[in-house]
């Protein structure tokens, strides 16, 4: 059982190291007491150096990588299909975006994919929901791409590019998209002489895959409904 007694806490501790295949620093477990007698130079290189034969580079990718499986994990006890999962991450506050949301705009969003991402609260709420399915990564790779195309000093396109490629479409970045492993490599070869249109492949690739797949659901989910009823109550 877990310290706090809680045999679902257990449950997620043990998830987590399994994923995560972390172990604290020796340092780190020591007491305040036991920490003041270290050096200050062995304390902050027990807690910062990388472990004797480690990469530093490869060290660094795996942080990024444990990162988002701690986001993930954190989301376990979370998960729900709720019109209030919405509201919390609005462009505006709840009770203001939602008088503002018009019953006309949302049943706008079931017209067509495009029609739901070209309006903010439509995004902030396939967004919500496309976290309770733990797949909103390709939400904000397409948004990524989008704000991407909108570059114009050639510095930061080809900074950008690369950021953007090591998140969302490497193998084993830390949001990593669905995309098959031909669109993968035309993007890794694309990164030697980036450009506006260096994505376009891989954005098509997950844009089909939300209008197909996720995109429907969402149609038909709780959340969905839920905001469709209280607009609509709203005007009654």
Same mark, same amino acid.
């Given at each position: 059982?877990?310290?706090?007694?809680?045999?679902?806490?257990?449950?997620?501790?043990?998830?987590?190291?399994? #994923?995560?295949?972390?172990?604290?620093?020796?340092?780190?477990?020591?007491?305040?007491?036991?920490?003041?007698?270290?050096?200050?130079? +062995?304390?902050?290189?027990?807690?910062?150096?990388?472990?004797?034969?480690?990469?530093?580079?490869?060290?660094?990718?795996?942080?990024?990588?444990?990162?988002?499986?701690? *986001?993930?994990?954190?989301?376990?006890?979370?998960?729900?299909?709720?019109?209030?999962?919405?509201?919390?991450?609005?462009?505006?506050?709840?009770?203001?975006?939602?008088?503002? +949301?018009?019953?006309?705009?949302?049943?706008?969003?079931?017209?067509?994919?495009?029609?739901?991402?070209?309006?903010? %609260?439509?995004?902030?709420?396939?967004?919500? #929901?496309?976290?309770?399915?733990?797949?909103?990564?390709?939400?904000?790779?397409?948004?990524?791409?989008?704000? #991407?195309?909108?570059?114009?000093?050639?510095?930061?396109?080809?900074?950008?590019?690369?950021?953007?490629?090591?998140?969302?479409?490497?193998?084993?970045?830390?949001?990593?998209?669905?995309?098959?492993?031909?669109?993968?490599?035309?993007?890794?070869?694309?990164?030697?002489?980036?450009?506006? *249109?260096?994505?376009?492949?891989?954005?098509?690739?997950?844009?089909?895959?939300?209008?197909?797949?996720? %995109?429907?659901? #969402?149609?038909?989910?709780?959340?969905?409904?839920?905001?469709?009823?209280?607009?609509?109550?709203?005007?009654?």
């Amino acid at each position: 059982m877990h310290a706090c007694g809680c045999g679902w806490c257990e449950c997620m501790h043990k998830c987590a190291c399994v #994923f995560l295949h972390t172990c604290p620093s020796p340092a780190k477990d020591l007491t305040a007491k036991e920490r003041s007698t270290l050096s200050p130079e +062995l304390l902050t290189r027990s807690l910062s150096d990388p472990p004797a034969g480690k990469d530093p580079q490869a060290m660094r990718t795996g942080q990024r990588q444990n990162k988002g499986m701690r *986001t993930r994990l954190g989301c376990l006890s979370h998960k729900s299909d709720s019109c209030s999962d919405f509201t919390a991450i609005l462009p505006d506050k709840p009770n203001r975006a939602l008088k503002r +949301l018009s019953t006309e705009e949302a049943t706008r969003w079931a017209d067509s994919f495009d029609v739901l991402l070209s309006h903010k %609260y439509g995004v902030a709420a396939f967004r919500a #929901f496309l976290k309770t399915e733990f797949s909103e990564e390709n939400l904000e790779f397409w948004l990524a791409c989008e704000e #991407f195309k909108k570059t114009r000093s050639t510095a930061k396109l080809v900074s950008k590019a690369h950021r953007i490629f090591e998140e969302f479409v490497d193998v084993q970045a830390p949001r990593e998209v669905n995309i098959d492993f031909q669109t993968r490599e035309a993007t890794r070869k694309n990164m030697q002489e980036p450009s506006l *249109t260096c994505f376009d492949q891989a954005q098509g690739k997950v844009h089909s895959l939300m209008e197909k797949d996720s %995109y429907p659901r #969402f149609l038909r989910s709780k959340m969905y409904l839920d905001l469709l009823s209280q607009s609509q109550r709203r005007l009654s």
